[in-house]
């Protein structure tokens, strides 16, 4: 039955039930079917032209560089049968590279295989399974387009092959020098990190932040890329130039399986105290500073969005040891460890080898006091606040040693350093002007050991003295008045105290020069563990514990 009767002009359609090679049209117009339409479906399977191919048979093939070849062919055939279309078989031996140009019908085989992609209008190579891996073949189903041939990135011709062999030869020497400076890098941060983490002499004690360092550490070293992941709790000191707070570490690498967070300090500094943050960073990250009484150092931070700069340290729970003692009495044994531990702190700044012999720089303090000493959970001391340290070396510029004549604390002030009469030429100054200090210390420790006999509520060191005592009261007294704090007789009763007290007069002495050396100190202390074993195990209350 027709259905286009009422089209004006005569298109062309098949119809089920004429067959494959009849096509029939109606309209209603006049003479409207003189002329026959084919549309473009249909037109493609009645009048399809055969195609244009080059035909050469076999040729060589010359490829350049973008993965193009073409085949020496000139000659261009007009494919017998309408259905044909262009193939191209590019073969390689090794050494000569040759192409097949040829018309094809694709409803048949060639060299045994289907081609599947004749419908392209280019010639895209790709390979068969059948044909082996040094054959290529393409087709296409446009004017002449085997004549050139298309290797994308996944083909290779020779010449291709040889920019790729160059290429890959160079990706695979990149890749080996990024394997090797890794392994190097590698290795010296391993090196670095024993160095950092193991207790550097046997009896060495590291314990407070060890379950923390490993992967801290590394970021110390990596300029903190990434910032750690820390919630601040509250604040737990203030200080001239920055604040410290208890804060969280929240990484779960901080404290094993079941310790999901660790305790950290961060010492808080704002924008302005920037040179600060850098100098003290600067100490810490001298990693010969690492010691059992030195607080230890996690890693400094640019905390760029809140306009702050942050050093992450160990916490003690325990807090400074002005505020420990103002609240706790002492035993003879805890005394002599916190005043031991303390000596043993000092002494490591100022050496200028580690426990082991290694080479370090000697570092002064200069604000040591009891504020500035931590006391740990095995009641012994750490160092902290290195705002003010000065690195004892060869790097010392005069204009640092110029503007390093009256720093510190007024109270814990040398009588040279009062009188800004510190002789700047010798490093040595610098060292007995701490010793000084450390004996106020020792004397604070003193004062409120129960060994002593009856023990009065804390006092700073020149108590008397107002809360923050300038420079000129801190002169009249030391300078004018020779003034010291109070040693009674009743304390030396105490062979332990005696001997401890003897050590403080020896290093407040007015003359620098006489001062015993932090190392010295020690000396002193270990002497008194002997005296301990000799004189003093009658009374239990007086044993020293053997660290
Ligand atoms: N106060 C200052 N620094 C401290 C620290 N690291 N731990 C506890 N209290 C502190």
Same mark, same amino acid.
């Given at each position: 039955?027709?259905?286009?009767?009422?089209?004006?002009?005569?298109?062309?359609?098949?119809?089920?039930?004429?067959?494959?090679?009849?096509?029939?049209?109606?309209?209603?117009?006049?003479?409207?079917?003189?002329?026959?339409?084919?549309?473009?479906?249909?037109?493609?399977?009645?009048?399809?032209?055969?195609?244009?191919?080059?035909?050469?048979?076999?040729?060589?093939?010359?490829?350049?560089?973008?993965?193009?070849?073409?085949?020496?062919?000139?000659?261009?055939?007009?494919?017998?049968?309408?259905?044909?279309?262009?193939?191209?078989?590019?073969?390689?031996?090794?050494?000569?590279?040759?192409?097949?140009?040829?018309?094809?019908?694709?409803?048949?085989?060639?060299?045994?295989?289907?081609?599947?992609?004749?419908?392209?209008?280019?010639?895209?190579?790709?390979?068969?399974?059948?044909?082996?891996?040094?054959?290529?073949?393409?087709?296409?189903?446009?004017?002449?387009?085997?004549?050139?041939?298309?290797?994308?990135?996944?083909?290779?011709?020779?010449?291709?092959?040889?920019?790729?062999?160059?290429? /890959?030869? =160079?990706? $695979?020497? !990149?890749?080996?020098?990024? *394997?090797?400076?890794?392994?190097?890098?590698?290795? &010296?941060?391993?090196?670095?990190?024993?160095?950092?983490?193991?207790?550097?002499?046997?009896?060495?004690?590291?314990?407070?932040?060890?379950?923390?360092?490993?992967?801290?550490?590394?970021?110390?070293?990596?300029?903190?890329?990434?910032?750690?992941?820390?919630?601040?709790?509250?604040?737990?000191?203030?200080?001239?130039?920055?604040?410290?707070?208890?804060?969280?570490?929240?990484?779960?690498?901080?404290?094993?399986?079941?310790?999901?967070?660790?305790?950290?300090?961060?010492?808080?500094?704002?924008?302005?105290?920037?040179?600060?943050?850098?100098?003290?960073?600067? /100490?810490? =990250?001298? $990693?010969? !500073?690492?010691?059992?009484? *030195?607080?230890?150092?996690?890693?400094?931070?640019? &905390?760029?969005?809140?306009?702050?700069?942050?050093?992450?340290?160990?916490?003690?729970?325990?807090?400074?040891?002005?505020?420990?003692?103002?609240?706790?009495l002492l035993s003879w044994e805890e005394m002599y460890r916190l005043g031991c531990?303390?000596?043993?702190?000092?002494?490591?700044?100022?050496?200028?080898?580690?426990?082991?012999?290694?080479?370090?720089?000697?570092?002064?303090?200069?604000?040591?006091?009891?504020?500035?000493?931590?006391?740990?959970?095995?009641l012994?001391?750490?160092?902290?606040?290195?705002?003010?340290?000065?690195?004892?070396?060869?790097?010392?510029?005069?204009?640092?040693?110029?503007?390093?004549?009256?720093?510190?604390?007024?109270?814990?002030?040398?009588?040279?350093?009062?009188?800004?009469?510190?002789?700047?030429?010798?490093?040595?100054?610098?060292?007995?002007?701490?010793?000084?200090?450390?004996?106020?210390?020792l004397?604070?420790l003193t004062?409120?050991c129960i060994a002593i006999g009856?023990?009065?509520?804390?006092?700073?060191?020149?108590?008397?003295?107002?809360?923050?005592?300038?420079?000129?009261?801190?002169?009249?007294?030391?300078?004018?008045?020779?003034?010291?704090?109070?040693?009674?007789?009743s304390w030396c009763k105490h062979p332990g105290v005696n001997a401890v007290c003897a050590t403080i007069?020896?290093?407040?002495?007015?003359?620098?020069?006489?001062?015993?050396?932090?190392?010295?100190?020690?000396e002193r202390f270990s002497a008194l563990q002997d005296l301990d074993q000799n004189s003093l195990s009658s009374s239990p209350e007086l044993k020293i514990q053997t660290e």
């Amino acid at each position: 039955m027709l259905d286009d009767y009422n089209n004006t002009q005569c298109v062309m359609k098949q119809y089920k039930g004429l067959g494959p090679d009849y096509y029939m049209c109606s309209c209603n117009s006049e003479e409207c079917n003189d002329k026959l339409i084919f549309t473009p479906v249909n037109n493609m399977d009645m009048f399809q032209l055969p195609q244009l191919c080059k035909f050469c048979d076999v040729l060589p093939s010359i490829c350049n560089s973008s993965g193009i070849c073409s085949s020496v062919c000139n000659r261009t055939s007009i494919c017998e049968n309408p259905g044909e279309v262009c193939v191209s078989v590019w073969h390689t031996d090794g050494e000569n590279t040759t192409e097949e140009t040829l018309c094809h019908d694709p409803l048949q085989s060639i060299h045994g295989v289907m081609l599947d992609d004749y419908n392209n209008t280019q010639c895209v190579m790709k390979q068969y399974k059948g044909l082996g891996p040094d054959y290529y073949m393409c087709s296409c189903n446009s004017e002449e387009c085997n004549e050139k041939l298309i290797f994308t990135p996944g083909t290779v011709t020779p010449e291709v092959l040889s920019v790729h062999a160059v290429l /890959i030869s =160079l990706a $695979v020497l !990149l890749v080996l020098v990024v *394997v090797i400076i890794s392994f190097l890098y590698l290795h &010296r941060l391993i090196l670095l990190r024993q160095r950092q983490i193991k207790p550097k002499c046997p009896g060495r004690d590291f314990s407070d932040t060890r379950a923390i360092i490993s992967d801290v550490d590394a970021n110390s070293l990596n300029h903190n890329t990434e910032l750690l992941p820390i919630q601040l709790e509250r604040m737990v000191g203030k200080g001239r130039f920055a604040e410290v707070h208890r804060a969280r570490l929240t990484n779960a690498n901080a404290g094993g399986a079941n310790m999901p967070f660790q305790m950290v300090a961060v010492k808080i500094f704002p924008s302005e105290e920037y040179i600060s943050w850098k100098m003290e960073r600067q /100490i810490f =990250l001298d $990693v010969e !500073l690492r010691h059992e009484n *030195v607080l230890h150092f996690l890693t400094a931070e640019e &905390r760029r969005a809140d306009h702050q700069y942050w050093l992450i340290t160990a916490y003690h729970t325990k807090g400074n040891l002005q505020d420990y003692l103002s609240t706790h009495l002492l035993s003879w044994e805890e005394m002599y460890r916190l005043g031991c531990s303390l000596a043993r702190g000092v002494a490591h700044l100022h050496s200028e080898q580690t426990p082991c012999g290694r080479p370090k720089v000697a570092i002064a303090h200069r604000d040591l006091k009891s504020a500035n000493v931590l006391v740990k959970d095995d009641l012994t001391c750490c160092l902290c606040d290195f705002g003010l340290s000065l690195k004892l070396d060869s790097s010392l510029s005069v204009d640092e040693l110029a503007n390093s004549g009256q720093v510190g604390t007024a109270r814990y002030m040398a009588p040279e350093v009062l009188e800004s009469r510190i002789n700047l030429e010798n490093t040595e100054s610098f060292k007995q002007t701490d010793v000084y200090a450390m004996a106020l210390v020792l004397w604070e420790l003193t004062s409120r050991c129960i060994a002593i006999g009856e023990v009065k509520e804390y006092e700073l060191p020149f108590g008397k003295l107002r809360d923050h005592p300038c420079v000129e009261s801190m002169k009249d007294s030391v300078i004018r008045d020779r003034e010291r704090p109070e040693i009674p007789s009743s304390w030396c009763k105490h062979p332990g105290v005696n001997a401890v007290c003897a050590t403080i007069v020896d290093c407040w002495d007015q003359d620098p020069e006489a001062r015993l050396t932090a190392h010295c100190v020690v000396e002193r202390f270990s002497a008194l563990q002997d005296l301990d074993q000799n004189s003093l195990s009658s009374s239990p209350e007086l044993k020293i514990q053997t660290e």
